[in-house]
Nanobody
């Protein structure tokens, strides 16, 4: 089994920054070479994909975070990070780390990000 644990969330004012981390543990060899993703879910909304990074380090982003968020990974440890800048209230959500897997993806429990003045 693989466990994913997110950290780094918190409360910030608009325009602020946070850096989220996702640390993998357990049988991490199972996720070697896999995509790693960050999702978020705001109250009353569906979970949405925020950013993806390939095993080679190629990132993709949701339009809503392009230019503000940066995803990165430590492939040796299968850890993934999300640097978030210029945060606004619409970024308020629980942020989840994800690794695609069959039959069931691996998910962390999430870390809360709240952006308000």
């Amino acid at each position: 089994q693989v466990q994913l644990v997110e950290s780094g969330g918190g409360s910030v004012q608009p325009g602020g920054s946070l850096r989220l981390s996702c640390v993998a543990s357990g049988n991490i060899f199972r996720i070697n070479g896999r995509l790693m993703r960050w999702y978020r879910q705001a109250p009353g909304k569906e979970r949405e994909l925020v950013a993806t990074i390939t095993s080679g380090g190629t990132p993709t982003y949701a339009d809503s975070v392009k230019g503000r968020f940066t995803i990165s990974r430590d492939s040796a440890k299968n850890n993934v990070y999300l640097e978030m800048n210029s945060l606004n209230p619409e970024d308020t959500a629980v942020y989840y780390c994800n690794v695609p897997n069959l039959p069931t993806d691996y998910w962390g429990r999430g870390t809360q990000v709240t952006v308000s003045s």
